[in-house]
């Protein structure tokens, strides 16, 4: 099963026009993969503060389908999937009473906090990854034969 995680919008998320603003679907994206994060036993602060690793955005993109609403009760799903030595992307399913209101991707690459320069992730994010991915595709299985 992917990683889920449930949040109500919040009037600081909406714009003038009372709906979600467009940045603030990202920073929803970036609470469910903190989440998972600590899910999977990951000391946010150690993570976050002063590491020696860094994970930093190198590309994001969502795509918008729907209008998001304060109140609105949200379900982000989280599916990350290793690229390749060096780097990770997590695909986030938004969706309201079972309909789908937005996806976004964001890509993220290992790199050294000091020098910046790139390097191979470290175990505890290869484990975090295999975790959830297994999660997904096992969840992906169980729908496909409910669906036969």
Same mark, same amino acid.
């Given at each position: 099963?992917?990683? =889920?995680?449930?949040?109500?919008?919040?009037?600081q998320d909406t714009d003038a026009a009372g709906v979600v603003y467009f940045?603030?679907? *990202?920073?929803?994206?970036? &609470?469910?993969? &903190?989440?998972?994060? &600590?899910a999977s036993n990951i000391n @946010?602060? $150690?993570? %976050?503060?002063?590491?020696?690793?860094?994970?930093?955005i190198?590309?994001?993109?969502? $795509? %918008? *389908?729907?209008?998001?609403?304060?109140? $609105?009760? @949200? !379900? =982000?799903? *989280? !599916?990350p999937q290793k690229l390749g030595v060096d780097k990770f992307? !997590?695909?986030?399913e938004i969706t309201i009473a079972d309909? +789908? +209101?937005a996806k976004a991707i964001t890509r993220h690459i290992c790199i050294d906090a000091i020098s910046r320069s790139k390097q191979e992730l470290s175990n505890e994010i290869i484990r975090? @990854?295999?975790?959830?991915?297994? $999660?997904? &595709?096992?969840?992906?299985?169980?729908k496909s034969r409910e669906i036969m």
């Open positions: 099963m992917p990683f =889920i995680y449930n949040r109500t919008v919040h009037f940045a603030n679907v *990202l920073a929803i994206c970036h &609470e469910a993969y &903190e989440e998972s994060l &600590e @946010l602060k $150690d993570f %976050f503060t002063n590491p020696s690793i860094a994970y930093p190198v590309h994001a993109n969502v $795509d %918008f *389908l729907r209008p998001m609403f304060g109140g $609105d009760k @949200l !379900i =982000i799903s *989280l !599916i992307e !997590i695909t986030y309909v +789908v +209101v975090w @990854l295999e975790t959830n991915h297994r $999660d997904a &595709e096992e969840a992906e299985r169980r």
